[in-house]
């Protein structure tokens, strides 16, 4: 029997990953309602290793990289691709992140509007990242949840965990050495009115926000980074700076409900990258920072190898001595 | 170069907002060699704390120069400084006001104000400014002790707009600390501050957000080096004529 405190996306994600592999797991969740305490209901749920290359280290692309067929067996995968684009006068944004990141082509005014006809008209140059994808968190969430109880998993709503566990995933909760909240803000929005069926990335030189289509007319507006541990709801000015960039894509979305808002705490590292390192018999996986659902897999997958005892197969950034 | 006081080990301070991880921007601060680190407590202190982030800051030992950034009004850069001053231990500011949403321009007059309060109540206080010579000595009547004009608007990486601004005020205030803070793009640019007789560059953007911010952060240091060492060495005239670097006298002549 395997012991997993956190039923967040990495607890979830690293249970099934011993499922399958045919250990028996209990995971314990303080939290009554499955996800009310995990930060990954308020992520954007993007598959997007090449964009995010822009700010992180080569790691995201290498392990990101299975995170595509990982989650579409278990929840619906969005393979439409991340459109990138920047006002007018913004434009030397697009170049910058061009030169930082890979796998895209550069789209003219016609071809943003043919891949996305709300956008028809306001923007002249973007980058098209073809090979990218989102999921909704949510649902991906409960789909995960889902799968392990399937699986013969067993997940304990409202249990804080026992004192030695064999995994510990609480994210900002576990209070690591070196383990740091950086605070992300985000809004739900719902508007029927402004079809787009695919991630929007608006560079801005001050406040970069990406659009994540739910379906149903609901956008995912996100989101903030903050070198701050506070929990408490968004500011006036995170909002403003996320509705500014939406009316900035089509001012149509002024007229959006404003379905939601939230803030979240996303654990992380100094290199902002996840760690998988042992401390007094536990192994701990955290520091997913925003690439949770992106890297989840690959480290949920090295987290099995090693309650397993299948160390040599883990990827070289995770193995332990 | 020394301000209020202190001797600084680098002519290059630096600002840490931006980079793409704490672990990059601590290898930057280690490559530049600075010895003053601004750092923004506006957002980040507004409600709970930037405790992990600071922590990372002062695993460098770097001194840290607290800033005002996002403040709009004398009042709100008055109140930002006073947390500074407790979450931080020091009473060394930089002071910002900023009087303009889209250029960050600053507002002088909001600017000379908290100057006053905050010197009066013993902080040392380093004034984000314009070029502009009254301004500068209204900021000293008001008690500061060192300047820093700006090259460009913040963050646009445009160099320095207005050397001859700068010129002028090298000229004004021979020994006053001066230090460009803001508009550096490149280390061309930071080498023309540096030429220009500044004591010292502030930057953030340039190698925040540059391919390789520690690679830039170690040309930053090395350009500043470079154009302080080219003033001190009194550079030669610019000429409109052309002046063979080898004597033609004695050269063998066919006639």
Known sequence: ?321 | MKVYGETMPSRLFLGTAQYPSPAILQAAIKASGTGLVTVSLRREAAHGSGAGFWDLLRETGVRILPNTAGCHSAREAVTTAQMAREVFGTDWIKLEVIGHADTLQPDVFGLVEAARILSAQGFKVFPYTTEDLVVGERLLDAGCEVLMPWGAPIGSGRGLVNPDGLRAMRAHFPDVPLVVDAGIGRPSDAAAAMELGMDAVLLNTAVAKAGAPVLMARAMAEAIAAGRAGYDADPMERRDMAVPSTPVLGLAEFI
């Open chain 1, 1 to 321: 029997m395997i012991t997993i405190a956190g039923a967040g996306l990495a607890g979830l994600a690293c249970a099934y990953a011993l499922l399958r592999r045919g250990a028996s797991v209990t995971v314990f969740e303080r939290a009554e309602v499955l996800g009310a305490e995990s930060v990954a209901r308020f992520a954007g749920g993007m598959l997007a290793p090449w964009c995010e290359r822009e700010s992180a280290q080569e790691e995201v692309v290498s392990l990101g990289g299975r995170a595509f067929d990982w989650w579409a067996r278990i929840t619906p995968v969005h393979r439409r691709g991340t459109l990138v684009v920047a006002l007018r006068r913004d434009q030397s944004e697009i170049a910058r992140f061009g030169r930082r990141t890979s796998a895209y082509r550069t789209v003219n005014g016609a071809e943003i509007a043919a891949l996305e006809p709300a956008l028809s008209g306001r923007f002249q140059q973007g980058l098209f990242f073809e090979q990218e994808a989102h999921l909704d968190p949510r649902r991906a969430l409960r789909d995960l949840a889902a799968e392990v109880q399937r699986l013969g998993g067993e997940i304990r709503l409202g249990s804080p965990a026992p004192q030695q566990v064999d995994l510990d995933c609480r994210g900002i909760h576990a209070a690591l050495p070196g383990l740091r909240a950086v605070r992300g803000e985000m809004a739900l929005l719902r508007c029927p009115e402004v079809k787009i069926r695919r991630t929007l990335r608006l560079l801005h030189p001050r406040t970069p926000i990406y659009l994540v289509p739910r379906g149903d007319g609901h956008y995912m507006l996100g989101a903030t980074m903050v070198e701050s541990d506070h929990v408490g709801p968004p500011t006036l000015r995170a909002l403003m700076e996320l509705m500014g960039a939406a009316y900035a894509l089509n001012p149509a979305f002024a007229e959006a409900e404003v379905v939601e808002t939230g803030a979240g705490l996303r654990p992380a590292y100094p290199n902002n990258l996840p760690r998988l390192e042992r401390r007094d018999g536990t192994l701990h996986l955290n520091g997913l920072y925003r690439h949770g659902f992106l890297l989840v897999p690959a480290l949920a997958e090295a987290a099995a190898d090693q309650l397993m005892e299948r160390r040599d197969e883990n990827p070289r950034e995770f193995r332990t001595a």
